[in-house]
């Protein structure tokens, strides 16, 4: 469980999340929506602990990820897929990562083997192919069996079998009761993969939604690829924009999801 608070987050002049209130249940996979710039991955980094909220506060299962002694076994992150060693193999990247959190050889390979990458492990990761990187990433993110897994636009510059397999691996992995969030911009991706929505455009979900004119009970409805579920939220996104409420003035970019 992920339980965010009146989380905000200023760069400056730049107010990159605003009073963000949410929770994120297990067993679902939670779908984190919204525009270029709307402040998910800031959203993700304050979660980790990499960026300091300047106001309100987020737990994971309870505390915050930085009180963690071993955090790989709490939560597994896919932020950035490039931000690896490139000189290290694949196999070399895990085992760093598992040495240094507790986590024995065995689950290197485990992890290998589950995202696909057993027969290239002995490779240097600097010569991977984006979808590879987003499956060592994914890899690394699982290396601690981990409750909790967060994944930031896992399916950026992914080929549709790779689509395909995030797809199923989030599925799996909120049904064996883990917390699943995963961001994306692309409103037809989440429609397809999650069970349940945060939208992001500068607002928070509950309140936010409403000033949008997306109501929870729409976003509801938000499920399994229903095509009229997204266009409903669609025309009501388009409505909001034209009626221009507080967060459509403050983001105008706010309706500009893809569908
Ligand atoms: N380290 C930083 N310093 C200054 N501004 C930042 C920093 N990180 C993010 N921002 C700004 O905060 C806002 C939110 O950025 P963020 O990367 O969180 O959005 P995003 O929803 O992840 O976008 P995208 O879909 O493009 O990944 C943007 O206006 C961005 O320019
Ligand atoms: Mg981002």
């Given at each position: 469980?992920?339980e965010?608070?009146?989380?905000?987050?200023?760069?400056?002049?730049?107010?990159?999340?605003?009073?963000?209130?949410?929770?994120?249940?297990?067993?679902?996979?939670?779908?984190?929506?919204?525009?270029?710039?709307?402040?998910?991955?800031?959203?993700?980094?304050m979660?980790l602990?990499?960026?300091?909220?300047?106001?309100?506060?987020?737990?994971?299962?309870?505390?915050?990820?930085?009180?963690?002694?071993?955090?790989?076994?709490?939560?597994?992150?896919?932020?950035?897929?490039?931000?690896?060693?490139?000189?290290?193999?694949?196999?070399?990247?895990?085992?760093?990562?598992?040495?240094?959190?507790?986590?024995?050889?065995?689950?290197?390979?485990?992890?290998?083997?589950?995202?696909?990458?057993?027969?290239?492990?002995?490779?240097?990761?600097?010569?991977?192919?984006?979808?590879?990187?987003?499956?060592?990433?994914?890899?690394?993110?699982?290396?601690?069996?981990?409750?909790?897994?967060?994944?930031?636009?896992?399916?950026?510059?992914?080929?549709?079998?790779?689509?395909?397999?995030?797809?199923?691996?989030?599925?799996?992995?909120?049904?064996?009761?883990r917390?699943?969030?995963?961001?994306?911009?692309?409103?037809?991706?989440?429609?397809?993969?999650?069970?349940?929505?945060?939208?992001?455009?500068?607002?928070?979900p509950?309140?936010?939604?409403?000033?949008?004119?997306?109501?929870?009970?729409?976003?509801?409805?938000?499920?399994?690829?229903?095509?009229?579920?997204?266009?409903?939220a669609?025309?009501?996104?388009?409505?909001?924009?034209?009626?221009?409420?507080?967060?459509?003035?403050?983001?105008?970019?706010?309706?500009?999801?893809?569908?």
């Amino acid at each position: 469980m992920i339980e965010a608070t009146g989380l905000t987050k200023r760069y400056g002049a730049t107010l990159a999340v605003d009073d963000l209130s949410f929770t994120v249940p297990p067993g679902q996979v939670t779908g984190f929506l919204g525009p270029n710039g709307a402040g998910k991955s800031t959203t993700m980094r304050m979660i980790l602990g990499l960026d300091a909220p300047t106001a309100g506060s987020v737990t994971v299962n309870g505390r915050p990820y930085a009180e963690y002694r071993r955090p790989l076994h709490e939560v597994g992150a896919l932020l950035d897929a490039r931000a690896v060693h490139g000189g290290r193999s694949a196999y070399d990247h895990l085992l760093c990562l598992a040495l240094s959190n507790g986590i024995g050889r065995a689950r290197v390979d485990h992890v290998l083997a589950q995202v696909g990458l057993h027969t290239v492990a002995g490779k240097r990761s600097g010569g991977f192919s984006l979808g590879m990187a987003q499956r060592l990433g994914i890899a690394a993110a699982l290396l601690g069996d981990p409750r909790v897994l967060m994944f930031d636009e896992p399916v950026n510059g992914l080929d549709p079998e790779g689509v395909l397999w995030i797809r199923s691996l989030v599925k799996s992995l909120a049904a064996e009761g883990r917390t699943v969030f995963l961001s994306s911009h692309l409103m037809s991706e989440m429609a397809i993969t999650a069970d349940r929505l945060v939208i992001i455009g500068n607002g928070t979900p509950d309140q936010g939604d409403h000033r949008r004119g997306l109501p929870r009970e729409r976003l509801g409805q938000l499920r399994a690829g229903s095509l009229a579920a997204r266009r409903r939220a669609h025309d009501s996104a388009r409505g909001a924009g034209r009626r221009g409420g507080p967060t459509a003035r403050r983001h105008p970019q706010h309706h500009r999801l893809q569908l």
